[in-house]
């Protein structure tokens, strides 16, 4: 739950106990936009509340303990390792360490960022405890009396530890990390690049970036800068950066050159440290058309007659990468309309398109695809996307969906169109409501295409726009399975995908090969480059 949304219900729980008036909540929302101080400090001086009340009722909307008489415990030790001007800017004290976690008290427990450092830094879950801020100030002032600690002491001394709280924290002053982390952010939206990834090795940090397929080393930086680089990405994820043993996954948004763009991190533990990856999303410069990613108008058409039937299944297969994702969204903005409800379950949901009703699973809640789509079908959709069929459950869903007059799109990781019949009979599926279902299938690769700068030059290297490669961008090779009536019946008879390829050539299948061989025919990329990413065999 973001601050934010925190601190606002704790708002609308002043007002329901009726401690305060929504008059004086739009004071305190006003002065807070303001000042930026802490909430329970602009609550303190405007004079809605005591501060003892305020700390009571912070801590009950939360369900926190709250700290009336005094701060228990010494914590002496700790408070010398956190830093006493760090502890009093942010107003937050360790009291002692117990059993397996560390009691802490806090007058601001919305600040999710400052108590994750500290659970970081410390290594140690917390278990916070609400106090009032003067409280909290005067046990830090009598404890730095008492251990007789230097007035200008800062705030973590320089390398003790293995991260440095202040550029964890620090989001708006011009720190190593930030700007490290926006470097590499605006590299990888210039080049037009689809993943970034930090890797630690021995000595150094790699940066590499993930263009046109192809994952291209842009930097190296030096070590020292990866924990903080993987903590900052961490808090902007919202992920728990105590937890360092655990693979986690989030999502941020960052502000890029004065557009908002879309990040989906994967944080893995490794042998050197953390590993992170970042899945760029960039809604601003992507087109959902099929024209775009590269179907001409014959192949738009036929997707166009398989699609626009009110019921059934229709599939787009090929590897992680191959731009499923895309296609499905592309074909969805093309049905999308007033007078058609749509729902997709997806995870995560990519890209966002107004009017349709996009729903992301969260399988740590037991909200699984099998679980939401039998919640969506509730709400009585007539076109159904699947972000993808995992498991014999899922796909038994989707089928009898499409059996009761919806129209279904999913994914499946498979090689080639052809592949999807036999996929789905693993899970489980049986032969007569496959064939009963299915429309179509669409398989898809994405293979680079010639850089128009220098396509027609035998000397690459000194290309500016490909930077060398002899590519730029990429365009979709695909194959289009419709299902026809003698199709149908080959299915229910055998499960040869030789055979079935056959019929479905014979009915105006042009495989992936050889669609990838017109473009080649065209110059709008290479034989090698059609070999790389089909498998020819």
Not at 232 to 254: F, M, T, V
């Amino acid at each position: 739950m973001q601050v934010m949304e925190r601190s606002e219900q704790f708002l609308a729980h002043l007002v329901n106990s009726g401690l305060v008036t929504p008059e004086a909540i739009q004071r305190i929302k006003s002065a807070r936009r303001q000042t930026g101080q802490p909430l329970d400090v602009v609550i303190r001086e405007l004079g809605v509340l005591p501060e003892l009340t305020i700390a009571s009722e912070i801590a009950s909307s939360l369900d926190l303990e709250v700290i009336e008489d005094g701060l228990p415990g010494n914590g002496l030790e700790w408070l010398e390792r956190l830093g006493w001007d760090f502890a009093i800017e942010k107003a937050i004290v360790p009291l002692e360490k117990a059993d397996d976690y560390l009691r802490l008290a806090v007058a601001d427990p919305f600040d999710h960022q400052t108590t994750e450092a500290v659970s970081y830094l410390f290594d140690l879950p917390l278990r916070i405890g609400v106090a009032p801020r003067s409280t909290i100030e005067e046990h830090i002032g009598r404890l730095r009396r008492e251990s007789n600690a230097p007035l200008d002491e800062s705030l973590v001394e320089e390398g003790a530890f293995d991260v440095d709280l202040e550029r964890l924290l620090d989001v708006a002053r011009d720190a190593p990390v930030v700007k490290f982390v926006s470097k590499i952010v605006q590299r990888a939206i210039d080049d037009k690049a689809t993943d970034i990834h930090l890797e630690p090795q021995a000595e150094t940090l790699r940066i590499r970036l993930r263009r046109d397929g192809i994952l291209l080393e842009t930097d190296n930086a030096p070590k020292s800068l990866h924990t903080g680089v993987v903590s900052r990405l961490k808090i902007l994820a919202r992920l728990n950066i105590a937890e360092r043993r655990l693979p986690q996954d989030g999502r941020l948004r960052l502000a890029v050159r004065g557009q908002e763009v879309d990040f989906r991190l994967s944080v893995v533990p490794s042998v050197h440290g953390e590993t992170a990856a970042l899945r760029v999303l960039d809604r601003e410069n992507i087109k959902l058309d099929l024209a775009s990613l590269g179907y001409d108008p014959a192949a738009a058409s036929k997707l166009d007659n398989l699609t626009r039937r009110s019921n059934g299944l229709i599939l787009v297969t090929g590897p992680t990468g191959s731009g499923k994702t895309t296609t499905l969204y592309s074909i969805l903005s093309g049905l999308n309309r007033p007078s058609v409800k749509i729902f997709s379950v997806e995870d995560p949901v990519e890209y966002r398109i107004a009017g349709i009703t996009q729903l992301q699973i969260d399988p740590a809640i037991g909200l699984s695809f099998a679980t939401a789509l039998r919640s969506v079908l509730r709400q009585d959709p007539d076109i159904v996307l699947v972000g993808e069929i995992r498991d014999r459950e899922t796909a038994e869903i989707a089928i009898q969906a499409a059996l009761t007059g919806r129209l279904v799109l999913s994914t499946l990781h498979t090689n080639s169109a052809i592949g999807a019949f036999n996929r789905l009979r693993d899970m489980g599926v049986e032969p007569f409501l496959l064939a009963a279902t299915i429309r179509g299938v669409i398989g898809q690769r994405l293979l680079r295409q010639c850089c128009e700068a220098c396509r027609d030059l035998s000397f690459k290297a000194d290309c500016i726009a490909c930077e060398g490669t002899g590519f730029k961008g990429r365009r979709a090779t695909y194959e289009i399975l419709e299902v026809s009536e003698r199709f149908k019946e080959e299915m229910r008879a055998t499960s040869a995908e030789e055979d079935l390829e056959a019929i479905a050539i014979e009915n105006g299948m042009v495989p992936l090969r050889h669609c990838g061989q017109k473009l080649v025919e065209r110059g709008l990329t290479t034989m090698d480059e059609v070999l790389r990413v089909i498998d020819a065999d």
